[in-house]
Every structure is written in structure tokens, then in C-alpha cells.
């Protein structure tokens, strides 16, 4: 058994392409739109997405200013975010988990845990999905909001767009 997950890992970072580590500060925008749930009273579905611009100034870390929408059949909410996620930008494909501050329109506080895997199509765009766990501080339920999507990214060298 754990030679398969050696075997697994090993596969993996062989297929994985070379390093994608940053020097160079980087800005990031990032669009985000899939599934959401609200778990307070009778559980609902539907959809709901993001638009985050973050601000990296090593591989590793990203402060993050996020904006967000959820639609569960016929009740909106909104939300405002500042954070910061922890990437492990060294391979192509590119883990990160993030915690967040969070104002939601009804003018409760909470916490956004997110967490998710981005692929780098080259060194500006990605691909990914993400998962983010949303629980405001004067709701009992956990998680109270609970959305996965697929993200879209783009980043660039701080004041100079067209650098690699």
C-alpha cells in the first residue's frame, strides 16, 4: 500500500513539467463560478462564483482582496473578503489553502477556509478548482455557505504586464 502512494507521488512530480517558482512580485486576478450551498434550515443548491486580485510577493504567499455571489433558489447572498493564501509554487500543478475574513451582506462576520489546486498553463494563466467553506460567526450550522468551482487566473510582474 505505501509503495503505490511512493509509486503515486513519484508519477506525479516526474509528469509535473519544471518549476514555476516566482521571484518577481506578482499580481494575480482570478474568476471563480460552480456549485453553491446554504446549509441553514432546509438545505439549499445552487450557484455561485467569485472574482478575487490578489498580490504575491514571493511564490508562496498571496493577499487577497475577494468578492463574492451566491444564488440558492431565489435567496442571494453577497460577500466581501480580505485574506491571504499559503501556494506551494514550485511545480505546475499548483496547491494552496487560504483563510479569510469575511462581511457578508446581512452585515454578519465570519470565515471563508478555501483550498484547491490550480494548473499553470503557462507562467501567466492557470486553471484550477477550489473549494471554500464559509461560516458565519452568529450561525450554529457548519459549514453555513459551501462553494466549489472552477477557476480561471491570471497574474502578471508587478508594473509591468508584459514581463514573462
Known amino acids: 500500500m505505501k509503495a503505490d502512494r511512493l509509486a503515486a507521488a513519484m508519477a506525479l512530480v516526474a509528469l509535473s513539467g ?3 517558482a516566482l521571484d518577481d512580485p506578482r499580481l494575480h ?3 471563480e463560478f460552480g456549485y453553491s450551498g446554504d446549509n441553514v434550515g432546509a438545505k439549499k443548491h445552487g ?4 472574482a478575487e486580485i490578489g498580490y504575491a510577493p514571493t511564490g508562496f504567499w498571496l493577499l487577497k482582496g475577494r468578492l463574492g455571489l451566491a444564488e440558492h433558489q431565489g435567496a442571494r447572498a453577497t460577500f466581501a473578503q480580505l485574506g491571504v493564501d499559503y501556494r506551494l509554487d514550485v ?3 499548483l496547491p494552496w489553502i487560504g483563510l479569510a475574513p469575511t462581511l457578508y451582506d446581512s452585515g454578519a462576520l465570519g470565515l471563508d477556509v478555501s483550498l484547491g ?3 499553470l498553463l503557462h507562467e501567466r494563466w492557470s486553471l484550477g478548482v477550489g473549494a471554500h467553506l464559509h461560516q458565519a ?3 450554529a450550522a457548519y459549514p453555513r455557505y459551501l462553494q466549489i468551482g472552477a477557476r480561471l487566473g491570471w497574474r502578471w510582474v508587478l508594473f509591468d504586464p508584459f514581463a514573462p
Open 29 to 31: 486576478v482570478t474568476g
Open 91 to 93: 511545480w505546475t500543478y
Open 18 to 20: 519544471p518549476a514555476q
Open 47 to 50: 450557484i455561485g462564483g467569485g
Open 137 to 139: 460567526f452568529d450561525e
Open 117 to 119: 489546486v490550480d494548473w
